[in-house]
């Protein structure tokens, strides 16, 4: 599997950064987990818009969805070789509800399912494409979910957002590369089930026994580079910061 950080901006974008957005690609599928503010132009940088395969979305807060309106238009209004068939967007109940009143004008109360094949997640195990997907809701607010993507013996877990969540540490049970939301700094924000802060986050690859551990979603007004120092003095692996453009081969 390939991996390419889209965006990784937590909350809004950053000067340098959308907000959440990786795709995944094995066997020529491609897999497009969250789609958030600034992401559809970003994505164009590595896929051509009509290119995607199926759309994740883990919840449904601004950052982690808001350019799907975007790509409405994109899907619906294409004038050269007609408009695309449906994708298949896999997001939480109420996500077309949700999308559509966003958007607030769309032709009809059913157009944003005339290019979005919507599929409701669950607590589950399933596949997209050549994907084996495993999903299950993490502390968050709204309804969230965390996933873990199985492809030739290699797993990827994304966390999401999410506080600590016992579930999120079962997805990335001995998972290859976990992609772990910090957002909070240890020792300044402490809201519990909203967001991890570095040493969480490193806490929890640790105890699932993560291989490597890649942070994201950290907003703007936090300080990385402290997220980064406090998951690795709590976790042994390998630790980095996701990055525009980054890719892993997993």
């Not at 009809?108 to 607590?123: L, Y």
């Not at 909203?194 to 490193?202: D, F, P, S, T």
Request: proline fraction near 6%.
């Amino acid at each position: 599997m390939k991996l390419t950080v889209v965006g990784c901006s937590g909350s809004f974008p950053s000067a340098e950064s959308a907000c959440s957005s990786y795709l995944l690609e094995a066997d020529g599928f491609r897999l497009l987990l969250d789609m958030g503010n600034g992401a559809l132009g970003e994505l164009q940088r590595h896929c051509g818009l009509y290119d995607l395969d199926a759309i994740f979305l883990s919840h449904l807060h601004a950052d982690h969805c808001i350019d799907m309106c975007a790509y409405f238009v994109a899907r619906y209004y294409r004038h050269d070789g007609g408009r695309c068939d449906p994708i298949p967007v896999y997001g939480p109940e109420g996500t077309e509800h949700r999308l559509t009143t966003a958007y607030a004008d769309t032709p009809s109360a059913s157009s944003m399912s005339e290019v979005f094949d919507f599929h409701t997640v669950k607590p589950s195990t399933f596949d997209i494409g050549p994907f084996t997907v495993h999903t299950e809701r993490v502390a968050h607010p709204v309804e969230a979910y965390g996933i873990r993507v199985e492809h030739g013996g290699r797993s990827l877990t994304y966390s999401g957002d999410t506080g600590i969540s016992p579930a999120l540490e079962d997805l990335a049970r001995d998972t290859d590369l976990f992609l772990c939301e910090a957002a909070f700094t240890h020792g300044k924000e402490n809201i519990p089930d909203l967001h991890l802060n570095g040493r969480e986050a490193g806490e929890t690859a640790s105890r699932a026994g993560a291989r490597k551990l890649v942070l994201t979603h950290i907003p703007p007004w936090t300080d990385p580079r402290v997220n980064l120092a406090d998951a690795r003095a709590v976790f042994d692996g390998p630790v980095e910061l996701a990055a525009p453009r980054a890719t892993y081969e997993i």
